[in-house]
């Protein structure tokens, strides 16, 4: 998902609530072509303004007397406006996007249209797997990839030159070199930049380590912060803290901000956050995934988004047709060669072959999402992640806590 938060308790039941489980386009199809198809696309800025130039004028080239109208809404803006807008034809948007771990909650109110024998209308290799499965309910696709963002490891290649250290290719030399590195710096300065509350990052010392955040067994989610390789993993993410300034209430947004000021050697963010490391530091800067236990690049949280037909829309062939433009190779290209991870894996390595890329392409070969709820969306809401790793960076114990937040979880999940 994005780095963001939503904006309203109760996202599931409210869409639950306003969203239908089809379309009623068959009563209102019409052999006129609408005026104008809107598509929806999360960020501002996160859909680079070239392909969406691209898209608008492509759409519009081949469906003469059609406009499409493409709003790209702020993150926190987004789901209210969709709770609002998808209960109404006149209202949704066509097609639209959401966060990977908002996605189960929108598929199982009904918000998007089943897309299941349409699949191979869109082509081979999609992916990645776990945000076809976050589109997914009861057997049938509704939502598909838009794009995925790996999370990797930014670095200065000069701290590491000045503390005559080696990148580190496990997990345990990963601590040690941050370690290293914090030395090198005044009080300060952070070797690797860790604030408290960035579950985001942080689940992947947990993933890295055999642990998880909950299991599904038949219709029953099973905490997994209390597992062995969780608390493993948690443990060292706890140790973290004596290599980093970063608050102990701080949140997972902006890394780059404090890399940019000479505050840290290394920072962790999806692959997008290079455009965001000042120009001045191009040369300087680093890449690697984040090694494992063993040496092979550790399973992280995959950042992205998925997109769908709205089942509200009375425009549905022209949003399908809007959709297999997305994933047209034109498009997937140009995702590609702007550093976001294509729906489509032929095209990935348009992404290049520097280290960013193959830092990218690394980290997202076994990336992990979230677990695949409904309720997911409420328990973002809610902050329950942040205030469990906040509690964690201030040090406490961490069997404890995570036996504490199982519950937590297993409420929530299960509720």
Same mark, same amino acid.
């Not at 599931?12 to 306003?18: M, N, Q, W």
């Not at 191009?282 to 090694?291: F, K, S, V």
């Not at 032929?346 to 070969?365: H, L, R, V, Y």
């Given at each position: ?85 998808? !209960?109404?034809?006149?209202? $949704?948007?066509?097609?639209? #996007? +959401?966060?990977? *771990?908002?996605?189960?909650?929108? =598929? %199982? /109110? ?45 670095? !200065?290649?000069?701290?590491? $030159?000045?503390?005559?250290? #080696? +990148?580190?290719? *496990?997990?345990?030399?990963?601590? =040690? %070199? /941050? ?55 948690? #443990? ?8 980093? =300034? %970063? ?169």
């Amino acid at each position: 998902m994005k780095l963001t938060r939503l904006a309203a308790l109760g996202v599931a039941s409210a869409l639950a609530l306003t969203a239908c489980g089809g379309s009623d386009s068959d009563d209102t199809a019409s052999d006129t072509p609408p005026e104008t198809m809107k598509l929806w696309l999360a960020g501002e800025t996160d859909t680079p303004e070239e392909l969406v130039n691209w898209l608008e004028s492509t759409y519009e080239a081949d469906h003469e007397g059609t406009d499409l109208e493409i709003q790209q809404i702020d993150w926190g803006e987004l789901i209210p406006r969709l709770q609002t807008a998808l !209960s109404s034809e006149d209202q $949704t948007p066509d097609v639209f #996007e +959401v966060g990977n *771990t908002q996605s189960p909650t929108f =598929t %199982a /109110a009904g918000a998007f249209t089943d897309l299941s024998d349409k699949m191979d209308e869109l082509g081979d290799n999609i992916g990645p797997e776990g945000f076809l499965e976050a589109g997914a309910y009861e057997g049938a696709q509704y939502a598909v990839p838009y794009y995925w963002g790996s999370r990797y490891v930014f670095f !200065s290649k000069k701290a590491f $030159t000045d503390a005559g250290i #080696e +990148v580190p290719t *496990t997990l345990e030399e990963f601590s =040690t %070199a /941050a370690a290293a590195l914090k030395k090198q710096g005044n009080k300060d300065y952070s070797g690797f930049w860790r604030p408290g509350q960035d579950w985001r990052n942080g689940i992947s010392w947990m993933f890295a380590n055999g642990g998880d955040i909950a299991t599904l067994d038949g219709d029953t989610w099973t905490g997994q912060l209390s597992s062995e390789g969780s608390v493993a993993g948690l #443990e060292q993410w706890q140790a973290l803290g004596d290599t980093t =300034t %970063a608050p102990v209430d701080g949140l997972d947004s902006e890394a780059w901000v404090p890399f940019n000021n000479g505050e840290a050697a290394m920072f962790m963010a999806p692959s997008w956050a290079r455009w965001s490391v000042e120009e001045k530091l191009a040369d300087d800067l680093g890449a690697l995934a984040l090694p494992g236990v063993d040496g092979d690049a550790a399973p992280v949280f995959a950042g992205g988004s998925n997109i769908g037909i709205s089942a509200k829309s009375p425009n549905q062939d022209e949003a399908f047709e809007l959709l297999q433009l997305i994933y047209s190779d034109e498009y997937q290209q140009m995702l590609a060669e702007n550093g976001l991870g294509p729906a489509n894996s032929d095209f990935t390595s348009a992404m290049g072959d520097d280290e960013f890329a193959q830092a990218a392409i690394a980290a997202a070969s076994n990336a992990k999402l979230t677990p695949a709820s409904p309720a997911w969306t409420d328990i973002e809401t809610s902050g329950l992640m942040e205030e469990f790793f906040g509690k964690i960076a201030a040090g406490g114990d961490v069997a404890a806590l995570a036996a504490e937040y199982d519950e937590k979880l297993e409420a929530a999940l299960n509720g």
